[in-house]
Each structure stands twice: as structure tokens, then as C-alpha cells.
């Protein structure tokens, strides 16, 4: 077989390649000289605005490089500062701990004082109560004992000396000396017994409140000679230690008006609304302003004498309210005590 044989390329001859150069059209040709004559100008405007790209670019660089700084800076400032304020507010929060924590002290302090203070209240109350009751018991014991003692032997005593009046010779002066010492023997009789009286009731147990505030209005008339109005409703028996702090207020209040009020009349009123008592006590007369002392408007309770505190206390134990008016025109004692109170 015979090999093919591979076709070479054939090579332009020169006036070949001249005719290829001249035939281009003449267009192409005066725009590629142009071009040419254009091309430095070209490229002197693009490294132009290279260069001005370029110092764009470093002006942003130095922009963005100066910001970082003043960024890194106040980042630094803001950390020194929150540094700060962290110190701060650690101590802060030290200092809020300390102060809750002595605030909770304290607060317990406080409510463990309340605690003690009720509690001695508590016992002063009861106390209190029950230095009344004895006093109550010691009254009764020694109005028995004035009663049943010395004044059945000053009574006797009366009685022996109506036997010596009736003997004859006795000489005039031995017989006027003699009714002189019978009139003492019979005043002192009368004196105990008022005494034993105002001690304790006579039977101020088996009689009730009414009857014995009628009792002494009607011996304190005849002593004082001071007229005594007496309103009181048919309220029946009450609880005893209400009584017996009634009874002993209307005798207290009547003895100050005597004493202090320089007054000619009071009155007594005693009545029940529903589960309450009240007992209203008034005279005409100037009570005790003038001895009393006033602070912020208000009676200063240490310049109120014994006697009104003790019947303050007597109420006070009842659960009642006590209140003292005093006016130009007189003095007033309200009592109010609930009857459901004390046990009969």
C-alpha cells in the first residue's frame, strides 16, 4: 500500500503578503493610525486617574486607620469606665447587702421589743387587775372587821354611857362631861360606820349596782349637801367586776366633785344599749382645769390625779373606754364597758 501523503501549507510569497496588506480598506487603516497617535494620551488620563483612585485611597486608608485609633481609644476609655463603674456598683451592692442585712437585724430587734413589750403589758394587765381585786377584798375585810368589831364596841360603849346618864348624884360637871363624851362615843359610831360604808357596800353583793349607787348617792346628799340627780334604767344584775367598777367610779367622781368642782348639783345616768353599759357622770361646778396640765392640745395623764387613773385602770381592765371632759362649765366622766367582758 502506499502511504498518504499529508498535504503541507504553502508559504505567501511577499508580493502575496503586500497584496493582502494592500488590500485592506483604507477606513481601517487611518483608524489604526489614529489610535496609534491617540494611545499615549490614553494612558496618560488612565494613570491620571489611577493616581487619583489611588490617593482616594489613601485619604479612606488614613480615615479608616485614624478611626481605629480613636475607636481603639475610646473602647479603652469605655473599658476604663465600665471598669469604674463595675467597682462601683460592687460596692454598691456591698453596701445594699450591709444595709439589708442590719435593716433584718434591726426589723427582728424591733419585733422581738414588740413581742416583750405585749408580753409585759400583758402582765402589767394582769397585774393590774389583780391589785384591784385585792384592794376590793382588802376593803371588804376591813370594812367587816370596822363593822363587826369596833363598831359594836363603840356601840357598847354608847350604850354604857346612856347607863352612867341614868344614875343619880352625879355631880353637874361629871354629868356635862359625861353627855359630852356619850355625843363622841355616838359621833365616832356614826363615823365608822360611814367609813366601813364607803369601804365596801353593805351587802353590795345580794343588792346589786342600782340599789347600792342609790344607797350612797343618798348618804353622799346628807354629807355634802350637794344635790344629786340619779337617772338610772332597771338594768338587773351585771357581771360583778362590772359593778364593782361602776359602783367605785360614781363614788371616785362624786368625791372629786366635793373636793375640786366647788359645784352644788350632778347627775348620774346609768343605761344599756343593747351589750353595752354606759354610765355618765356630770356636775356644774369647775372640776379639776385648773390643777390639770396641757400639752399639744391634750390632758397630760400624769397631772390627772390616782383616783381618775384608777378608774382609767378598772375600765381599762373591762375592755371599756373611759374619757374626762373638762369645760367651763363643768366636768363630765363617759364609761362604756361591754358586758360580755367578765362572767357574773
Same mark, same amino acid.
Given at each position: 500500500?502506499?502511504?498518504?501523503?499529508?498535504?503541507?501549507?504553502?508559504?505567501?510569497?511577499?508580493?502575496?503578503?503586500?497584496?493582502?496588506?494592500?488590500?485592506?480598506?483604507?477606513? +481601517?487603516?487611518?483608524?489604526?493610525?489614529?489610535?496609534?497617535?491617540?494611545?499615549?494620551?490614553?494612558?496618560?488620563?488612565?494613570?491620571?486617574?489611577?493616581?487619583?483612585?489611588?490617593?482616594?485611597?489613601?485619604?479612606?486608608?488614613?480615615?479608616?486607620?485614624?478611626?481605629?485609633?480613636?475607636?481603639?481609644?475610646?473602647?479603652?476609655?469605655?473599658?476604663?469606665?465600665?471598669?469604674?463603674?463595675?467597682?462601683?456598683?460592687?460596692?454598691?451592692?456591698?453596701?445594699?447587702?450591709?444595709?439589708?442585712?442590719?435593716?433584718?437585724?434591726?426589723?427582728?430587734?424591733?419585733?422581738?421589743?414588740?413581742?416583750?413589750?405585749?408580753?409585759?403589758?400583758?402582765?402589767?394587765?394582769?397585774?393590774?387587775?389583780?391589785?384591784?381585786?385585792?384592794? +376590793?377584798?382588802?376593803?371588804?375585810?376591813?370594812?367587816?372587821?370596822?363593822?363587826?368589831?369596833?363598831?359594836?364596841?363603840?356601840?357598847?360603849?354608847?350604850?354604857?354611857?346612856?347607863?352612867?346618864?341614868?344614875?343619880?348624884?352625879?355631880?353637874?360637871?361629871?354629868?356635862?362631861?359625861?353627855?359630852?363624851?356619850?355625843?363622841?362615843?355616838?359621833?365616832?359610831?356614826?363615823?365608822?360606820?360611814?367609813?366601813?360604808?364607803?369601804?365596801?357596800?353593805?351587802?353590795?353583793?345580794?343588792?346589786?349596782?342600782?340599789?347600792?349607787?342609790?344607797?350612797?348617792?343618798?348618804?353622799?346628799?346628807?354629807?355634802?349637801?350637794?344635790?344629786?340627780?340619779?337617772?338610772? +334604767?332597771?338594768?338587773?344584775?351585771?357581771?360583778?367586776?362590772?359593778?364593782?367598777?361602776?359602783?367605785?367610779?360614781?363614788?371616785?367622781?362624786?368625791?372629786?366633785?366635793?373636793?375640786?368642782?366647788?359645784?352644788?348639783?350632778?347627775?348620774?345616768?346609768?343605761?344599756?344599749?343593747?351589750?353595752?353599759? =354606759?354610765?355618765?357622770?356630770?356636775?356644774?361646778?369647775?372640776?379639776?382645769?385648773?390643777?390639770?396640765? =396641757?400639752?399639744?392640745?391634750?390632758?397630760?395623764?400624769?397631772?390627772?390625779?390616782?383616783?381618775?387613773?384608777?378608774?382609767?385602770?378598772?375600765?381599762?381592765?373591762?375592755?371599756?373606754?373611759?374619757?374626762?371632759?373638762?369645760?367651763?362649765?363643768?366636768?363630765?366622766?363617759?364609761?362604756?364597758?361591754?358586758?360580755?367582758?367578765?362572767?357574773?
Amino acid at each position: 500500500m502506499t502511504p498518504r501523503r499529508t498535504p503541507r501549507s504553502k508559504k505567501a510569497s511577499p508580493n502575496q503578503a503586500k497584496q493582502r496588506v494592500d488590500s485592506r480598506r483604507p477606513d +481601517d487603516a487611518l483608524g489604526e493610525h489614529e489610535a496609534a497617535l491617540h494611545a499615549p494620551e490614553a494612558s496618560a488620563q488612565t494613570q491620571a486617574e489611577v493616581e487619583q483612585l489611588m490617593g482616594r485611597l489613601r485619604d479612606v486608608n488614613e480615615r479608616l486607620i485614624v478611626t481605629a485609633m480613636h475607636a481603639q481609644d475610646l473602647s479603652e476609655e469605655a473599658h476604663i469606665e465600665a471598669t469604674l463603674a463595675k467597682i462601683e456598683l460592687d460596692d454598691l451592692i456591698r453596701q445594699l447587702r450591709d444595709a439589708n442585712e442590719r435593716l433584718a437585724a434591726s426589723t427582728m430587734h424591733a419585733h422581738t421589743l414588740a413581742v416583750e413589750a405585749k408580753e409585759r403589758e400583758e402582765a402589767y394587765r394582769r397585774l393590774s387587775g389583780r391589785i384591784l381585786e385585792l384592794q +376590793d377584798e382588802e376593803r371588804r375585810r376591813i370594812a367587816d372587821d370596822l363593822h363587826d368589831s369596833m363598831g359594836q364596841r363603840l356601840a357598847a360603849l354608847v350604850m354604857y354611857l346612856d347607863l352612867l346618864q341614868s344614875e343619880e348624884g352625879l355631880a353637874p360637871r361629871s354629868r356635862r362631861a359625861l353627855v359630852e363624851g356619850r355625843s363622841l362615843a355616838e359621833q365616832c359610831v356614826q363615823d365608822v360606820r360611814t367609813l366601813a360604808y364607803l369601804l365596801y357596800p353593805p351587802l353590795f353583793d345580794e343588792m346589786g349596782l342600782v340599789k347600792a349607787v342609790r344607797w350612797y348617792v343618798e348618804g353622799f346628799v346628807k354629807r355634802s349637801r350637794i344635790q344629786v340627780v340619779v337617772s338610772m +334604767d332597771e338594768i338587773g344584775r351585771l357581771p360583778r367586776p362590772v359593778e364593782m367598777a361602776l359602783f367605785r367610779i360614781v363614788q371616785e367622781s362624786l368625791t372629786n366633785v366635793h373636793r375640786h368642782a366647788s359645784a352644788s348639783s350632778a347627775s348620774i345616768r346609768l343605761a344599756t344599749t343593747g351589750e353595752t353599759v =354606759m354610765l355618765d357622770i356630770q356636775d356644774l361646778g369647775h372640776g379639776l382645769r385648773e390643777d390639770l396640765t =396641757m400639752q399639744n392640745d391634750a390632758l397630760v395623764p400624769g397631772t390627772l390625779g390616782v383616783g381618775i387613773q384608777g378608774m382609767r385602770e378598772r375600765i381599762r381592765q373591762l375592755a371599756g373606754t373611759f374619757d374626762v371632759e373638762f369645760t367651763d362649765k363643768g366636768t363630765t366622766v363617759r364609761v362604756s364597758v361591754p358586758l360580755g367582758t367578765a362572767a357574773v
